[in-house]
């Protein structure tokens, strides 16, 4: 969430849009940028409402579904994971491809879980991106790491 954000965990642009400049997230851009608080879990359906309406806006809601549980896996990491916030960023290249990338403040690479049980209700997050995406990984930076996806439209 960006400072000052929102009630109710609802993520907002992390900047405002300039007069005569189309927001973040409008089909010119096909970007979409939001900075959420630490541990502000209510956030992560607020991002997942925000990425749907903008894939809509793009021309590709065929995307929308399987953009939604993975970036929910990876924003929901990032919080829980790191004690930290994180960025969320979604852009639609003109070759209609998405990319998705979450990074967060610690140089902590995630690690693949198998679940301990069948009904476990965690350890499946880093095996669903591996096995939906069509491409992904984890950049470190100075300022920690991204995790990234990306969804090709066809």
């Known amino acids: 969430m960006a400072p000052g ?6 993520a ?11 927001a973040p997230g409008c089909a010119l851009h096909r970007r979409l940028h939001l900075a959420l608080d630490a541990a502000d879990l ?34 929901t990491n990032a919080l829980l994971h790191t004690g930290q916030g994180a ?6 290249t003109a ?3 998405l990319r998705i990338e979450v990074q967060d403040g ?15 209700t965690s350890g499946r997050g880093l ?10 990984g984890v950049q470190l930076r100075g300022d920690g790491k991204v995790t990234w996806f990306e969804l090709a439209y066809s």
Do not use: I, K, N
């Open 5 to 10: 954000g929102g009630p109710g965990g609802r």
């Open 12 to 22: 907002q642009p992390a900047r405002p849009a300039e007069q005569g400049v189309p």
């Open 42 to 75: 209510v956030a992560v359906g607020a991002v997942r409402r925000r990425l749907r309406a903008a894939l809509d806006q793009w021309g590709v809601p065929e995307l929308a579904d399987t953009a939604e549980l993975l970036t929910s896996e990876l924003v």
């Open 87 to 92: 960025v969320f960023d979604a852009v639609l």
């Open 95 to 97: 070759d209609l491809r």
């Open 106 to 120: 610690t140089a902590r690479l995630p690690r693949r879980r198998e679940p301990v049980a069948e009904y476990a």
């Open 127 to 136: 095996l669903l991106v591996e096995a939906l995406a069509d491409d992904w």
